[in-house]
C-alpha cells in the first residue's frame, strides 16, 4: 500500500515512541529526529511504499541508539497480561463457539493494546461488547470453505499479546484437518511476535512456527529470506493478520492465492484503501 499524507503525523508519532523507548540521551534523540526530517523529505512521497518507509525509519532508530529491542519489555507485558485473560475469553467462546465468533476474537486481538491494560481493568467486558458488535467485512462463508478444501495454510501473526487470542483460531482452524504453518518476524521491530515471544505464548502447540527472514514493518516482499518465499510460495492458502500484513501483501501479486485479511481497520488510510469505515472489524477474501 502507498503512503497517504496522514501517514506522516503517524511515521512521526512512532519515532518519537520508539526513541522514547530507546534512550534517555536528549541530545541524540534530537540528531535522530533531524535524521529522520531528512530521510522523510526525500522518501515521503505519493508512489512510496508505506511499509519500507517504515522499516527504513526504525532500522535508523536502532542502529543510531544501539537497541535492537525498543519495545522488548512491552511484549513480554502483553502477552502476559493476554496469557492471565485468556480463560475468561475461552469461558465465553464455551457460549458460541462458531467459527465466526473465534475469528472476531482473532481480531479482538488485533484491536486491544494488552500493554495498556491492567489486571483491574474489566477486558471481559469489552471483549463481550466487541463479540456483538459484526464484521462489516464477513467473508465467513468463503472462508470455512477454504478451511475444508485445503490441507495445509500459512498463518502470518502480528502483534504480541493479540498472538494469544490467535491460539484460540487456530485451535478452531486444527479442526478442520489442516497442517498449520505460522510466520514470525525473524528480527524485532516494534511490539510485533518474533519466534521467543512466539514460543512464550505457545503457538508450537497449533503449528510449525517460521520466521520470515526480516524485521520489518508488516510484510516487505524484497525483504523476506529466499527459505521464507519457500514457504509462502507452496501455500496457496494464506491468513494475514493486521494491517502492516496487509499493506504490504497488496503490493503483490496474489492472484494465485487464496488468501484471507483478518483486521481492525485503525487507521483512515487503511480504511479508505479497503473502503470500509474507521475501526470496522473485518474478514475479507482479497
Do not use: W
Amino acid at each position: 500500500m502507498k503512503i497517504s499524507y496522514e501517514c506522516g503525523p503517524c511515521f512521526l508519532r512512532q519515532a518519537r515512541e520508539a526513541m522514547d523507548l530507546s534512550t534517555d540521551d536528549e541530545t541524540l534523540k534530537m540528531e535522530i529526529m533531524e535524521d529522520i526530517f531528512k530521510f522523510l523529505s526525500s522518501n515521503f512521497k505519493l508512489d512510496t511504499n508505506s511499509n519500507g518507509t517504515g522499516s527504513a525509519m526504525h532500522k535508523m532508530i536502532k542502529e543510531k541508539t544501539g537497541c535492537r529491542d525498543p519495545y522488548r519489555k512491552e511484549k513480554i507485558e502483553g502477552n502476559e497480561i493476554a496469557l492471565k485473560y485468556l480463560p475468561d475469553v475461552k469461558k465465553i467462546l464455551e457460549e458460541d463457539s462458531s467459527l465466526e465468533n473465534h475469528v472476531k476474537i482473532a481480531i479482538i486481538g488485533n484491536i486491544l493494546d494488552f500493554g495498556a491494560f491492567t489486571l483491574d481493568d474489566d477486558i471481559e467486558s469489552v471483549i463481550k461488547t466487541a463479540l456483538k458488535k459484526d464484521l462489516a467485512v464477513k467473508d465467513i462463508e468463503e472462508f470455512e470453505e477454504s478451511l475444508k478444501t485445503h490441507d495445509k495454510v500459512l498463518y502470518l501473526v502480528d502483534n504480541t499479546g493479540e498472538i494469544v487470542f490467535d491460539k484460540l483460531l487456530l485451535a478452531k482452524i486444527r479442526e478442520y484437518g489442516l497442517k498449520i504453518t505460522i510466520a514470525v518476524k525473524s528480527e524485532p521491530i516494534l511490539n510485533d511476535a518474533c519466534m521467543e515471544e512466539a514460543l512464550d505464548a505457545g503457538l508450537d502447540e497449533y503449528g510449525e512456527i517460521v520466521e520470515i527472514g526480516c524485521g520489518t514493518v508488516g510484510y516487505v516482499d524484497s525483504e523476506i529470506s529466499d527459505e521464507f518465499r519457500e514457504i509462502f510460495e507452496s501455500h496457496d492458502f494464506v491468513i494475514s493478520k493486521g494491517m502492516g500484513n496487509y499493506e504490504g501483501l497488496t503490493e503483490i501479486d496474489l492472484s494465485d492465492k487464496d488468501i484471507y485479511f483478518l483486521l481492525c481497520a485503525k487507521c483512515n488510510t487503511i480504511s479508505k484503501d479497503i473502503g470500509v469505515n474507521l475501526h470496522d472489524m473485518l474478514l475479507f477474501k482479497k
